[in-house]
């Protein structure tokens, strides 16, 4: 990847996109509470929506293109089990045991705010217990390194150090991102060191870190829905997300209820 440009935001422009995260976390609780045995992702999907249309705000990922994918044809991301992000939503049904990735992205006064969460399904194993648990710990220690002074590579070394350390794989194919105006913005963010552009980190920068961890290999396949991807081995996978403002006081996790 090469260099180019990162929007800087003012302090205002943060404060809205706050406000926008806010409605996306708003989101994310009440889908955490329709999360159960018997729900069915397309339900989740529906639930989003009408909280969107009532906040005002649309969804960011409705038609949204990547590549030359087809238009992404809802509103959240249910990403379950071997699932690892770009799930789309429909007639399957969350059973006990299960794991489901949600992802909710908003437009509201000109920003994008986007974040995620993986969610157990009743009762899981103790894999996916831990698994959840050193995915959402992974972020937060990335968080952490998002502070002037560092290197956009001093939050990938956290995360991938955090998941390795405890056995499990970052994927590679999918990464986080600058947000803004834009839901993809620059710099992209791997949640792997060694490779592509490592800018210093600056006050005003807006960041969308995402961890992607596979409990087996880091290897994904597409299906043939053109968005869905899964894990190469059909082992479990997690997803959580935040954005995150770079300020004077350190990061501010605008995702963050
Ligand atoms: N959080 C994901 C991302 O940042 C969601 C994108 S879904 C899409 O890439 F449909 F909009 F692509
Ligand atoms: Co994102």
Not at 10 to 17: A, D, F, K, P, V
Not at 161 to 184: L, Q, S, Y
Request: hydrophobic letters at 40%.
């Amino acid at each position: 990847m090469k260099p180019g440009m990162i929007v800087l935001k003012t302090r205002r422009e943060i404060e809205t996109m706050r406000v926008v995260n806010l409605i996306v976390a708003e989101i994310l609780d009440r889908l955490g509470e329709a999360v159960r045995p018997g729900t069915t992702t397309g339900e989740l999907d529906k639930l989003a929506d009408k909280m969107i249309f009532r906040a005002g705000a649309k969804a960011a990922f409705k038609g949204y293109r990547m590549r030359n994918q087809k238009p992404y044809p809802a509103a959240i991301c249910s990403s379950v089990n071997d699932e690892i992000v770009h799930g789309i939503p429909g007639p399957r049904i969350l059973k006990e045991g299960d794991i489901v990735g949600v992802d909710v992205g908003v437009i509201y006064k000109g920003f994008v705010g986007d974040a995620a969460r993986t969610y157990p399904v009743g009762e899981v194993s103790d894999q996916a217990k831990k698994l959840l648990k050193i995915t959402r710990e992974s972020l937060y220690k990335g968080i952490e390194q998002a502070v002037t002074g560092n290197r956009l590579q001093d939050i990938s070394a956290a995360v991938q150090g955090h998941v390795e350390t405890n056995g499990f794989a970052v994927v590679r194919d999918f990464v986080g991102h600058g947000i803004g105006r834009k839901m993809h913005e620059l710099p992209q963010i791997p949640n792997y060191t060694g490779v592509g552009w490592n800018p210093r980190l600056e006050v005003g920068m807006t960041l969308a870190l995402e961890p992607m961890v596979n409990e087996g290999t880091w290897r994904v396949k597409l299906l043939d829905d053109e968005w869905t991807a899964v894990t190469a081995d059909g082992k479990l996978s997690a997803h959580f997300e935040h954005s995150v403002a770079i300020t004077d006081n350190g990061p501010f996790v605008l995702s963050e209820p």
